[in-house]
């Protein structure tokens, strides 16, 4: 609001601006970050970095059983989702870190409800 009752869109633009600054920061540390799924109490992990770039896949030999593939095809797919819930973790950590302003109401430009 601006002192004569009217909407600042200047501010609201500055606000907008800070907050882009402050996402893109974010996502960039984000990205920087290295996690580690893992499944089977380590049998199998899985580094991605927090932009989603997958980089290795490591298995254990214990983990290899030729008579039995199927175990290792679901360690795999739940270390897959191991490092993915991860990511997410960390994306909410970034946002939930951000200063993000308080528009209420568009400045009264969606009504006093």
């Known amino acids: ?29 984000q990205a920087a970050q290295v996690l580690t799924g893992s499944a089977g109490g380590g049998k199998v992990t899985i580094e991605v970095t927090g932009a989603g770039d997958y980089r290795k896949v490591s298995i254990n030999p214990d983990a290899v059983d030729p008579t039995d593939v199927e175990l290792l095809e679901e360690l795999v797919l739940a270390a897959l989702r191991d490092a993915t819930a991860q990511i997410v973790e960390l994306q909410e950590q970034a946002m939930g870190g951000m200063d993000l302003p308080d528009l209420g109401n568009l400045g009264g430009m969606l009504g006093d409800s």
């Open 1 to 29: 609001m601006t002192n004569d009752g009217g909407f600042d869109l200047g501010s609201l633009l500055e606000q907008a601006q800070a907050m882009q600054q402050q996402m893109a920061e974010a996502q960039e540390q």
